[in-house]
């Protein structure tokens, strides 16, 4: 026992009595800090995590419709020659397919959605479009401006006010192709995807968005 506390203890106005308990007031302060700290950090509930689920499809839903409406008209949505059909070509010179144009607009039009329904309900633990690289540590990886090597994935709930703590991990999908829309994780790069977006650790699986079958995760 040091010095300090010896001479607290034999000093009665240096600690409180509560029943049989002494308790000394740094080490009372310290265990309010340690739980407040605790608090701040904390992880969303399961119900919280079924609850941003739910509306993650929503958006997806949302985003989905209004986008075939406003680009095909009421009731309507692209056929696969459709979704195949070029649009324009990227800096690269490789041809741009009108499926990769639709899932831009639908991929914007769902953030707004995850903005006004989600982040006004956890705005201190949903990030969209967080990046991260790897921070040196051996499978570490922390938040990034630097592209080479880095990922973003579209939605992250995390440890409040921590993106770094990551609790789970979400991309939309908006599939164009009929087969894909039967079976998302078939594309190779979305498989891709869901592997790199282990590294990030979490809670949970890493999952994709579908407005036709949901959340989908391993």
């Not at 009731?75 to 070509?89: F, I, L, T, Y």
């Not at 639908?106 to 479009?129: D, G, M, T, W, Y």
């Not at 599939?175 to 979490?202: A, F, V």
């Not at 809670?203 to 959340?215: R, W």
Request: charged content about 25%.
């Amino acid at each position: 026992m040091d010095s300090a506390t010896n001479a607290c203890l034999r000093n009665p106005a240096c600690y409180t009595q509560t029943g049989s308990d002494t308790i000394l007031p740094w080490v009372g302060r310290a265990a309010r800090a340690a739980a407040a700290a605790h608090a701040a950090q904390r992880v969303l509930e399961a119900a919280d995590v079924a609850r941003i689920e739910y509306l993650l499809v929503e958006c997806a839903k949302k985003a989905h419709f209004k986008i075939n409406e406003r680009e095909y008209g009421e009731g309507k949505s692209p056929d696969d020659a459709e979704c195949m059909r070029q649009v324009g070509k990227d800096k690269a010179g490789d041809p741009i397919p009108r499926q990769a144009e639709l899932g831009r607009m639908k991929h914007e039009r769902a953030f707004k959605c995850v903005q006004q329904e989600i982040l006004r309900l956890f705005p201190e633990n949903i990030s969209i479009e967080p990046r991260y690289g790897p921070n040196g540590k051996p499978g570490g990886y922390s938040l990034t401006n630097r592209w080479t090597g880095s990922m973003k994935p579209d939605v992250v709930t995390h440890a409040t006010g921590q993106p770094g703590q990551v609790q789970c991990v979400y991309d939309f999908k908006f599939p164009c192709m009929k087969s894909r829309k039967e079976n998302p994780r078939s594309d190779p790069d979305t498989q891709d995807q869901m592997t790199l977006y282990k590294k990030l650790g979490g809670h949970c699986n890493p999952a994709i968005v579908t407005p036709q079958l949901g959340i989908i995760r391993d």
